[in-house]
């Protein structure tokens, strides 16, 4: 199985600053025939299902705010939040669709400081 | 609209027998896969299988195979997570997700259930 491991757990940024989060696979998540890197992330608000944000590593999600940005390739990949909104508390995982089990991070808990 | 509605909440005791379901509506259901993830009181996500309904074609998590089945009925755009023998450690709450893109396990889920908790005690 491909372990996907978040950095940090949990977090805590002022408003209208950057929040960083980090995600690394065991393995290799770019296809090379298509230059794809296989990876997702979602955000997920106490009591509702996930929502995804970023699939293809960097691809925006339809109605998903731009201050929302995915990078990385490989085995490396990050999410930012350009300018924390209030809104925008909540936990946040990556996920890797490259292989099955398609496995999640362990969750980076986002908070207000 | 695209949705996928889960079946009610449940508590059952350990042992019995227990089938969840997940209705999608909006779309072409056989053209999609259907994929579930638990998440257990207070901790992440994990994926536990993904089925299409167009030919019940079905993939599991080894940490799952065995445990419970994955199947969908087509004729009424239904997919369904189900147990034999339950447990303590059952309890969670199950989602059921879509794979953004038809045809395709290896997609970004862009359409979720609302969950339904499986509660397991004596």
């Known amino acids: 199985d491909i372990v996907m491991t978040q950095s940090p757990d949990s977090l805590a940024v002022s408003l209208g600053e950057r929040a960083t989060i980090n995600c690394k696979s065991s393995q290799s998540v770019l296809y090379r025939s298509n230059d794809k890197n296989y990876l997702a992330w979602y955000q997920q608000k106490p009591g509702q299902p996930p929502k995804l944000l970023i699939y293809w590593a960097s691809t925006r999600e339809f109605g998903v705010p731009d201050r929302f940005s995915g990078s990385g390739s490989g085995t490396d990949f990050t999410l930012t939040i350009s300018s924390l909104q209030a809104e925008d508390v909540a936990v946040y995982y990556c996920q890797q669709y490259d292989s099955t089990p398609y496995t999640f991070g362990q969750g980076t808990k986002l908070e207000i400081k | 609209e695209v949705q996928l509605v889960q079946s009610e909440a449940e508590v059952k005791k350990p042992g019995e027998s227990l089938k969840i379901s997940c209705k999608g509506s909006g779309y072409s259901f056989t053209n999609y896969w259907i994929g579930w993830v638990r998440q257990m009181p207070g901790k992440g996500l994990e994926w536990m299988g993904i089925i299409y309904p167009g030919d019940s074609d079905t993939r599991y998590n080894p940490s799952f195979q065995g445990q419970v089945t994955i199947s969908a009925d087509k004729s009424i755009s239904t997919a369904y997570l189900q147990w034999s023998s339950l447990k303590a450690s059952d309890t969670a709450m199950y989602y059921c997700?879509?794979?953004?893109?038809?045809?395709?396990?290896?997609?970004?889920?862009?359409?979720w259930g609302q969950g339904t908790t499986v509660t397991v005690s004596s």
């Open positions: 997700a879509r794979p953004k893109s038809p045809g395709a396990s290896n997609y970004g889920m862009d359409v």
